[in-house]
């Protein structure tokens, strides 16, 4: 039995990963496992390279299997006996809120958080034609909206295009824009909620009274179906479908819900009371959905689940991966074909979700992967938006898990979206400080235009980013201007020494800008007389976000195949990505995130193998692009700074230095230009690239060097203990004669 087993892992998945030669779990991976396979939810840091991926994809992989086996063998659990609301009109006891209760008719809905808003649709919904009503009174003070939304739409009714809602303030919304209508209204008062299908209209009365057209709904959304909804703010609402007599019958040709013809009701997917038949019929709701930040990422975790699932048999367990630049008309097919587990990008996710294609009414699973980077470019909308649009329950009772990854759970961001999303979770953090691995060497290499002036007279050198074109950057010229052009010159010649001096032939440089890579790339491409030449002693591929998704994977496979030498790249683009064996790191320009400096130069130096990681530093300060500017940065060439409006901004390096040392508590060495790193700083010469073979000196050596210590230690250690006879036994025994 091997170790995964012992932790509860199928025989299979022990089998996969032992051919993987993962012969004992990783510590985030003997703590997450146990807690996932429990059914918690787990937030999870550990540092780079330490096996996360596998510490949520073993477990998911189990559990999905282990729920297709009950579907298959017909044990699918059924839920809500009786199933009332599948036979009449009510409130969904499923797609709701996780603070909205809902009464055992489906017929009183009430929330009791006052910060939040928490929501509910009914168990049916209408789309094709006809005229249709149904009532709502409040019950109780607090803040309600009431009204009309799709499926797809968020639970927090009239915050995006798919839902519109009439609220007691007397505004109506509808994708987060809210405009005076009607007056407001609050404890006993009843609305009625009109939906005329066959014009695209919606409207509502007061008690009674018609307040006239709030809305136009478009014919896609018609052709969806619209269902009753309602989201409150500590506060009750009770709502009659037409069971009974309205408290305010409809105007002429609207009809009572309950009465819709058969043919134009539709119902609410995330209904419970599904058998385990109805559950396989729907081959585009998956169990598991994974988003990774960036594409290279998510190709990544797919290799890893697909590896792990190798023995996994009847029910084989299927897996998609949805990210953009791969045609959607073959995603689309291969989620109507059937799929268990998505692993995908936001953008894509969002589409497949928003057109219906992708269903998120069987997910008991929901993994963000690098959290903090999801957030900080922008996606936490989206996050909560997936979120409230998947059943907190699901069709066989189990509660949704929610897993997370993150480089640093101590994130302000990540923090909040964990107190929002997940419940009671458990946090595994074995990240602790930042600190530098042994196997790696880390350098630095101060830049310094004023005392090095070979960029006065470089017949060949690197282009630089155009942000000093104006500037007329002469070497005659003392100006700050000058010296931050002079140093985009320089570190290019020095990042060549690099290379030269330790016969490079395997690394990862970091640019800050994509623009600096493009460049930094038809440098090397000219150095080493063109792309195509096989003996380019500097062959390379880039890696950025502007590079086309087919491009950017085959960069990345030739890097992994030792095609080229070089991958050029962002931290954005490499987030995430292993690469095993990796012997040198260049740091063109310092992150200004100290723990993304800890993250570049942990590229190297993982699974026992020694690394050198060398980063290029400016003594003064450079001038360099900041992009705020809608196009992000496309034809933009406004060099102004940014508190002047333009996208430029002095960037300190030195300063930078200064707070990764702090953060490390650390004096980084520093080399000159010729990068030649001292043999006796490192405990002796070591070969990058290959596994670590002793730490320090040898086990021989080590004993002659504290034989010494150890006889002094003895020594001192008989001295105290005759001291302390002599002064309490011996003197115990003359005090007795």
């Given at each position: ?118 929501g509910c649709r009914s168990t049916k919904g209408v789309n094709g034609r006809g005229k249709y009503y149904y ?185 998609l991966l949805v990210i953009g630049g791969v045609a959607a008309k073959d995603q689309i097919a291969a989620l ?306 940014v508190e002047n409006g333009g996208c430029c901004i002095w960037y300190n390096e030195m300063q930078y230095l ?80």
């Amino acid at each position: 039995m091997s170790a995964f087993e012992e932790m509860g892992a199928l025989p299979e998945i022990g089998k996969a990963v032992e051919e993987m030669d993962w012969t004992l779990p990783t510590d985030v991976q003997a703590e997450a496992i146990p807690l996932i396979l429990g059914g918690g939810d787990v937030l999870m840091a550990a540092e780079t390279g330490s096996g996360k991926t596998g510490a949520f994809c073993l477990p998911i992989i189990q559990i999905v299997w282990e729920t297709l086996k009950d579907i298959q063998q017909g044990k699918g659990k059924k839920i809500a006996d009786g199933n009332p609301v599948s036979t009449k009109w009510a409130l969904s006891f499923f797609d709701r809120g996780s603070a909205m209760a809902v009464s055992p008719d489906g017929l009183l809905c009430q929330s009791r958080e006052q910060k939040e808003w928490h929501g509910c649709r009914s168990t049916k919904g209408v789309n094709g034609r006809g005229k249709y009503y149904y009532e709502a009174t409040v019950t109780d003070e607090g803040l309600c909206r009431v009204g009309w939304s799709t499926q797809q739409a968020a639970l927090d009714l009239g915050t995006d295009k798919y839902g519109f809602g009439f609220g007691g303030t007397g505004k109506k919304s509808n994708n987060k824009q809210f405009d005076n209508y009607g007056e407001s209204f609050g404890i006993n008062d009843t609305i009625g909620c009109y939906l005329d299908l066959d014009d695209g209209n919606i409207k509502f009365s007061k008690n009674g009274q018609d307040l006239g057209r709030a809305f136009t709904v478009p014919k896609n959304i018609i052709q969806a179906g619209l269902f009753a909804s309602v989201v409150l703010k500590n506060a009750e609402m009770k709502f009659n479908f037409g069971e009974i007599d309205f408290k305010y019958p409809p105007d002429r040709g609207y009809v009572a819900l309950c009465q819709t013809s058969k043919d134009y009701v539709i119902n609410n997917l995330a209904k419970g009371g599904s058998s385990s038949s109805s559950q396989q019929s729907q081959k585009n709701a998956p169990q598991a959905i994974i988003i990774e930040p960036s594409r290279e990422l998510a190709e990544q975790t797919l290799k890893q689940i697909q590896m792990f699932k190798k023995y996994i048999e009847n029910p084989k367990i299927r897996e998609l991966l949805v990210i953009g630049g791969v045609a959607a008309k073959d995603q689309i097919a291969a989620l109507q074909s059937g799929v268990d587990i998505v692993v995908g990008t936001p953008g894509r996710l969002e589409d497949l979700i928003s057109t219906g294609q992708l269903s998120l009414t069987q997910v008991r699973f929901f993994v963000l992967d690098e959290a903090d980077g999801l957030l900080q470019q922008g996606y936490g909308e989206l996050i909560n938006r997936v979120h409230g649009q998947i059943p907190k329950v699901t069709s066989d009772g189990k509660r949704l898990q929610m897993v997370v990854c993150s480089a640093t759970l101590h994130s302000f961001d990540v923090k909040k979206l964990a107190e929002r999303l997940m419940h009671f979770p458990t946090w595994v953090d074995l990240k602790g400080e930042d600190a530098v691995p042994e196997t790696v060497h880390h350098v630095v290499c101060i830049v310094d235009p004023r005392k090095d002036t070979q960029w006065h007279s470089l017949q060949r050198h690197v282009q630089t980013d155009g942000v000093h074109a104006k500037d007329n950057p002469r070497p005659t010229n003392t100006s700050s201007e000058t010296f931050s052009e002079a140093i985009k010159l320089l570190k290019g010649e020095y990042i060549i020494n690099a290379i030269n001096e330790h016969k490079m032939d395997r690394c990862l440089i970091f640019c800050r800008t994509k623009l600096d890579c493009d460049n930094l790339e038809r440098y090397f491409n000219i150095l080493g007389k063109g792309a195509r030449n096989p003996n380019n002693p500097y062959s390379c591929v880039c890696l950025h976000g502007d590079r086309k998704p087919h491009e950017r994977k085959e960069n990345l496979e030739r890097f992994k195949r030792a095609e080229v030498k070089f991958l050029i790249c962002t931290d954005v683009a490499c987030r995430g990505i292993d690469i095993t064996g990796m012997p040198y790191v260049i740091n063109v320009t310092l992150p200004d995130e100290k723990s993304n400096y800890v993250h570049r130069i942990g590229r190297v130096g993982r699974a026992e193998r020694m690394g050198l990681a060398i980063s290029l530093v400016s003594a003064v300060p450079e001038k360099v692009w900041y992009h705020g500017c809608p196009s992000k940065g496309k034809n933009c060439w406004n060099t102004n700074l940014v508190e002047n409006g333009g996208c430029c901004i002095w960037y300190n390096e030195m300063q930078y230095l200064a707070d990764i040392e702090d953060h490390l508590n650390i004096t980084i060495q520093q080399v000159d230009k010729e990068m030649k790193v001292p043999k006796d700083e490192f405990d002796g010469k070591v070969t990058y690239g290959q596994k670590k073979i002793s730490s320090g000196i040898s086990y021989q050596t080590h004993v002659a060097q504290m034989a010494p210590t150890v006889k002094e230690l003895s020594s001192l250690e008989t001295q105290a203990q005759t001291f302390f006879l002599k002064r309490h036994f011996i003197k115990e025994q003359v005090w007795a004669r």
